[in-house]
């Protein structure tokens, strides 16, 4: 219906009235004419309505990564890529038992992700266009190509291990892994804050500390829960560490988001968070004063570590997932930044005065 | 981990200039985009039409939501074009339609209906093709964002990318789509379908640069007329997304349009997420050698 054409050479048709005259005829600003008038329009008592959101409706789109899927990559990432380092370290200082069981328990858990990470797609069978390009904008990109080296090396160093072949081709594959494994588990944090979803975005200079810090204490879990005692000293001391690094990141985290941080501590992401930490304490203290010890006492506590930083990981998802439903963790921030960049005052009035200046225009419509 | 960003990718973060050409479009036409004027919607709902016609959108759901005439609700992976309707006691401006009608004292019944047609913004700094990993998401040479359809994996990372909720994950299909601002007929020389039936040219198409004086001529009108709530949402080469390729002339707050009020590539932060990823990924080697050093040989 609309009479232009817009063509590679410009407007054609294009009509000179296109401009329509709202409000116009009704009356000039500031109108003195002795007309009769409701006055609706000038009177300020028009209660602004008070409207924060559309209909309540998320500003954003919800994510459609699912459970179990990809909170448990984030987990599964972690454990594998602490676990090729402290494999290597257990290697190095010849701990041959707990080396093994890092090593073969960091391919699992890699191999365990990757098969979620591909179910999560929505079309799995063009998993391989993940290599298609290199994308340093794109943390899934780095991410897919860090796996792409990662995983075969994790791959040979276990098999190496359990089979006692190629120990040399083994051992390269070891430090290979080692060399990646830190990667794996931290690129993660990137790759959920670079999203506009608040709980994940305003947490990105925490993220990768809480990440890390939950892959290392799963590593630990592991090395506890599957070498033998008499080996398992390097563990134990890492579980510390490693909760210790991811209470203290998450705590701060939270803090630096202000309101935004709500679903870490309320509903069920919330409980989930705080369980999760009680599990960590329990699990890393338990460990390093039993663990060295005790059989039962080190499976307890390695079993509590890795369910403590599985459990971490899902809260973490559904943290994002709750905030990024609700429109007020969005638009709450940002009217935020607006008012701190606007001289006070300013910020108070939805004036047009942000775009042009309406000084000579009376204010008429300003309802409260 | 090298933190100096190869100049290209600084540019394509940074930079707001133009888009096309830091994809590597040369000599490529001028930047196209919607302006749409949401003081002369009428509701009509022809651009979502014409955008399903046109572009075979499927079905988005059939539902009642009891949102004033809206049951489409949002933008998603099947509505590219969303009319959403607010409905507010407040005059639009000084209008006299000519009767008078008996108020009670002290009541107003000045009632004003906004209408607004929501669209992908094909913002200069898109965040969606930032993070899109297989490159299915790519910048035409009119400096628009589009999908493609047959290189996308439905890996959904683009999805919460998205500051302002456009794009999305079609259900039984797994891929991802959104607005092409009708490249199919860009490239031929038409106009997107959405424009061409807009009635009232509330969606108005052509070269952004045209599309921002008129812009500004529109709301100079309205503030004028007495307009005072009009204001310019998209338009800022200089905002949080380097401006959008479809910006709008809004009556209220963003948000009362489920908009957000100042949206940021999340992409401007990626530097720095690295950045941290990188201390962090340093940590945990140094924390797995302090395991091993500490308490002696055991």
Known sequence: ?368 | MSLDLPRAMRKALYDDTDPAAVSGHEDHPPRMGFFTDTSVCIGCKACEVACKEWNHVPEDGLVFTGMSYDNTQGLGADTWRHVAFIEQRKPIARQEPGVQHDVPAGQSSDLRWLMASDVCKHCTHAACLDVCPTGSLFRTEFGTVVVQEDVCNGCGYCIPACPYGVIDQREGDGRAWKCTLCYDRLTVGMEPACAKACPTDSIQFGPLDELRERAGRRVEQLVEAGVTDARLYGHDPDDGVGGDGAFFLLLDEPEVYGLPPDPVVTTRDLPAMWKHVGVAAATLVAGVAAAFVGGGRR
């Open chain 1, 1 to 368: 219906m609309s009479g232009s054409d817009v063509t590679k050479d410009g407007i054609h048709g294009a009509r000179p009235d296109r401009e329509a005259t709202v409000g116009v005829n009704a009356g000039r600003a500031g109108g003195g004419g002795g007309r009769r008038r409701r006055g609706g329009a000038e009177r300020a008592m028009v209660p602004d309505a008070q409207f924060t959101s559309y209909y309540g409706k998320p500003i954003i789109n919800s994510p459609v990564w699912e459970a179990p899927d990809i909170p448990g990559y984030l987990f599964l990432g972690g454990l594998a890529g602490a676990g090729s380092v402290l494999a290597a370290g257990a290697e190095l200082t010849g701990r041959p038992a707990l080396a093994r069981a890092c090593k073969v328990g960091a391919f699992g858990a890699v191999s365990a992700g990757l098969v979620g990470l591909v179910h999560d797609l929505g079309k799995p069978e063009r998993f391989l266009n993940m290599l298609r390009t290199f994308k340093p904008t794109s943390p899934m990109s780095v991410g897919s190509w860090v796996l792409a080296g990662y995983g075969p090396a994790a791959g040979v160093a276990a098999a190496s291990a359990v089979t006692g072949l190629l120990p040399t081709i083994g051992r390269a594959a070891t430090a290979g892994a080692a060399v990646l494994g830190p990667a794996v588990a931290s690129y993660t944090a990137a790759l959920i804050s670079d999203t506009a979803v608040p709980a994940w975005h305003d947490g990105f200079r925490e993220m990768p500390f809480v990440f890390v810090g939950s892959a290392a204490s799963a590593a630990a879990g592991l090395g506890m829960f599957a070498a033998p005692v008499g080996e398992n000293a390097p563990a134990r001391r890492l579980a510390v560490l490693g909760a210790a690094l991811e209470l203290t990141a998450s705590k701060r985290m939270e803090h630096r988001m202000g309101p935004v941080a709500e679903p870490y501590h309320h509903g069920r992401s919330g409980m989930m968070m705080r369980t999760a930490e009680a599990m960590t304490i329990a699990g890393s203290i338990g460990g390093l004063l039993l663990a060295g010890r005790s059989r039962v006492a080190a499976t307890v506590s390695g079993a509590a570590l890795l369910a403590a930083s599985a459990l971490t990981r899902f809260a973490i998802f559904e943290a994002g997932m709750v905030s990024a439903d609700n429109p007020d963790y969005t638009v709450g921030p940002q009217r935020e930044r607006l008012a701190r960049r606007q001289p006070a005052g300013a910020a108070a009035v939805s004036a047009p005065g942000r775009h042009r200046s309406a000084a000579d225009v009376p204010s008429n419509n300003q309802g409260a």
